[in-house]
């Protein structure tokens, strides 16, 4: 399929449809084809036709998601620059992506020092829609996802990749359409945020966004209600948050109800349910790597799911991916025996950016089905059924999901051993009392004022990555191979 002319096709036969409700505002896909057209007409004035990424912030406005279609329009890829996050940070991704130009919808330059285009400011120019040619290894975005050694990694994904990637949802008949009224509630820095705004917009259908002022699980469920949304895609810490609310929940228009970026654990699926009592309810896994997500498993209501330790199975791969799961020197193991989660297809990224040494650890290529094929490892630890249901049962890493953001652990102890002189620490994931994940940070030490150390973390990562809970221990205890064992660790949080 060729992406960007689906866009302005859609954008042209629902001309009079609402695409977007922002902070209580309407605004029409003929109101978005203006700003789209005003922010081409000036990057083709302001930005040279060799830069490949531009820099976005991530605003929750009107103007910052008609940038992105300007961009794709131009054949350019968005790199989003969430302004709350810390300086270096993105200093650090602007400088990795080689960023001149920045779109801008903010009353101030969030970056003074850069080509930065205001994209509120803009006089109306003719509407223009369309696109440059571009062949199926542009690059569409680039997302900068936390990285082991302090510095972010970033992860680009080519437009074939976001083409195999929609061509795959269609097929799982989660049917959207241009009555159809959807949610966006990810930051525009996580990847699912694509789907949640590219999904609709392909099919003309209107899009409800989450303020960035508002408490997002209340607000997510005032649009539920007040608006009937009708086509929702969630990470499931926003469930425990809702929980406590359940009895008061009736959305009978939810048709769909998708879950990504997390464990989702059965029982509160069960409950959610009876509040969407008329919706498909469907469990979505994937990495940024493998462009948004790639396997699927439909809940079924009134009959048994697969589980393990209560956490819904991940399901098959869709359409355009391929799985396997592997042992350590990458042999496919049996049915029903654990190993990496490893996948391959169209929707794979080219690889990180600028960064041969982690490409070679995590990508690997093997005679699969015939014909020599790039795999990805996951680090997810997995086993499949007899029907080839996927369980998730755990990282084989020490990556953690927050809010659905992916964290290396290893990047927070990074940042703690720079402030603490190398002071031994380790940072877990645990689950707190209403079943979200947090981030505990362990100290082998005497107890400390930990104000300073605090401080400079909020000055290096963004918040979902700052620990919630410190403690302290004379000494770390050992596992039986000498290392240390983070699941005691772990424990001493959830006690």
């Known amino acids: 399929m060729n992406l960007t002319f689906e866009i302005q096709s859609s954008i042209f036969a629902n001309y009079s449809n609402n695409a977007f409700y922002i902070s209580n505002k309407y605004y029409t896909y003929k109101d978005f084809s203006q700003i789209i057209s005003n922010i081409r007409s000036t990057i083709k004035k302001s930005a040279k036709k060799t830069e490949c990424f531009v820099g976005l912030i991530t605003n929750d406005d009107i103007h910052t998601y008609a940038s992105i279609i300007a961009l794709w329009l131009e054949g350019k890829a968005y790199v989003p620059l969430n302004p709350e996050f810390p300086l270096d940070r993105n200093l650090s991704v602007i400088k990795q992506a080689n960023i001149v130009t920045i779109l801008d919808s903010s009353s101030e330059k969030t970056f003074s020092s850069f080509n930065s285009i205001m994209t509120k400011t803009l006089s109306d120019s003719e509407v223009d829609l369309t696109p440059v040619e571009i062949s199926d290894n542009d690059f569409a975005y680039i997302f900068f996802t936390s990285g082991t050694t302090g510095t972010p990694k970033g992860v680009p994904i080519t437009f074939g990749n976001l083409s195999g990637f929609i061509e795959a949802q269609w097929a799982l008949n989660y049917t959207i359409t241009e009555n159809d009224r959807c949610l966006q509630m990810f930051e525009l820095t996580f990847d699912l945020s694509v789907v949640s705004y590219l999904a609709p917009i392909l099919k003309g259908a209107c899009v409800y966004t989450i303020p960035k002022d508002e408490i997002k699980y209340s607000y997510i469920f005032e649009l539920m209600e007040d608006h009937e949304l009708t086509y929702s895609l969630m990470v499931p810490s926003i469930l425990h948050y809702l929980r406590p609310y359940f009895d008061e929940i009736n959305c009978p228009s939810m048709k769909f109800s998708l879950f990504c970026g997390e464990a989702l654990p059965l029982d509160v ?36 799911n697969k589980t393990h330790n209560g956490v819904l199975t991940i399901g098959k791969n869709m359409l355009n991916t391929s799985t396997i799961i592997v042992d350590d020197d990458n042999n496919e193991v049996e049915t029903g025996k654990e190993g990496e989660l490893c996948l391959s297809g169209v929707q794979l990224t080219p690889g990180y950016w600028k960064n041969e040494k982690k490409n070679k650890q995590v990508f690997f290529d093997k005679h699969h089905n015939g014909k020599n094929t790039r ?18 049962l755990g990282r084989v890493d020490f990556q ?4 659905g953001f992916r964290v290396e652990l290893s990047e927070i102890e990074f940042h703690v051993k720079a402030t603490l002189n190398k002071m031994n620490a380790v940072a877990v994931a645990f689950t707190n009392s209403i079943h979200n994940t947090e981030i505990g940070l362990v100290i082998e ?26 403690k302290f221990a004379d000494s770390f205890p050992l ?7 983070r699941n005691k660790l772990t424990k001493l949080f959830t006690k």
């Open 269 to 304: 699926t069960e409950e959610w349910s009876k509040c969407i009592p008329n919706a498909t309810i469907a469990n979505v896994y994937g990495p940024t790597e493998c462009t948004i997500y790639c396997m699927d498993y439909t809940y079924k209501r009134n009959s048994e």
């Open 375 to 392: 795999f990805y490892r996951t680090g997810d630890l997995c086993c499949a059924d007899k029907d080839g249901d996927v369980l998730y």
């Open 400 to 403: 953690a999901k927050i809010q």
């Open 445 to 470: 030490s005497k107890p400390i004022n930990t104000k300073e150390l605090l401080d400079n973390l909020n000055e290096k990562l963004p918040k979902y990555m700052i620990p919630t809970q410190i």
């Open 479 to 485: 596992n039986s191979n000498g290392k240390t064992d």
